[in-house]
């Protein structure tokens, strides 16, 4: 129990310590801060701000122009080959295809009746 008591005493004035130390910094913290608002504010006397470049409706032009020369090349060169041309089935060889598919369904209409 006497030992439980002497740490928690030594604990209280390592805190204490720490407190005091802390309330120490505080105030030097705000000696600073006091002596930052004290300093005068410099005034820029005389100084013009810079001047935005504006460039002219040409200028812009110009500029256009070459980028959209430049997308033409650069399109021009990344042409895809036209796609063959489908081929087309006669008349013909429909009705043929279309009497063979009349006939396998017939054939499945049958299988299913008999079912």
């Known amino acids: 129990m006497k030992e439980t008591i002497k740490k928690l ?5 390592a805190i204490r310590t720490w407190l005091a130390q802390l309330h ?3 105030r030097q913290i705000e000696r600073a801060i006091k002596a930052i608002r004290a300093l005068p504010v410099p005034v ?4 013009q701000p810079t001047k935005k470049y504006k460039m002219s409706a040409a200028g812009r032009r110009a500029i256009a122009a070459s980028a959209k020369a430049r997308w033409a090349k650069h399109n021009a060169a990344n042409v895809a080959p036209a796609a063959p041309k ?3 089935m006669s008349a013909a060889t429909k009705a ?4 063979a ?3 396998r369904w017939a054939k499945i209409r049958a299988a299913q009746a008999k079912k």
Do not use: F, H, P, Y
């Open 24 to 26: 120490a910094e505080d």
């Open 86 to 88: 489908k081929r087309k």
């Open 9 to 13: 005493k030594l604990r209280k004035a």
């Open 101 to 103: 598919q009349k006939a």
């Open 44 to 47: 820029s006397v005389g100084v």
């Open 96 to 99: 043929k295809l279309a009497a």
